[in-house]
């Protein structure tokens, strides 16, 4: 059985850090392009940052700069460490990996940036 378990959010200043975990269990996590989605309340779900199998990562340009995912696959798990906070960053994060079209998610975690 495959589980994505997110962590490591919550409320957060403007201007504050906050770090994300993903524990993944169920997959040979080392073969997975992992990911993190955000959605906000009326909007539709997006990409916020990936990171391949081979470390490679990219991001939204709305937290390029801020943002950065990493991975540790001795851990099974994917990080998102968030820096300089805005409270446009509200939203719940998603965790998300994917390999040979197979894909799963996990069950989100809520980021409420505000004073």
């Known amino acids: 059985q495959v589980q994505l378990v997110e962590s490591g959010g919550g409320l957060v200043q403007p201007g504050g850090s906050a770090r994300l975990s993903c524990a993944a269990s169920?997959?040979?996590?080392?073969?997975?392009?992992m990911g993190w989605y955000r959605q906000a309340p009326g909007k539709q779900r997006e990409l916020v940052a990936a990171i391949t199998s081979g470390a490679t990562t990219n991001y939204a340009a709305s937290v390029k700069g801020r943002f950065t995912i990493s991975r540790d696959n001795a851990k099974n798990t994917v990080y998102l460490q968030m820096n300089s906070l805005k409270p446009e960053d509200t939203a719940v994060y998603y965790c998300?990996?994917?390999?040979?079209?197979?894909?799963?998610w996990g069950q989100g975690t809520q980021v409420t940036v505000s004073s």
């Open positions: 998300n990996s994917r390999y040979s079209g197979r894909e799963y």
């Open positions: 169920g997959i040979i996590f080392r073969l997975y392009a």
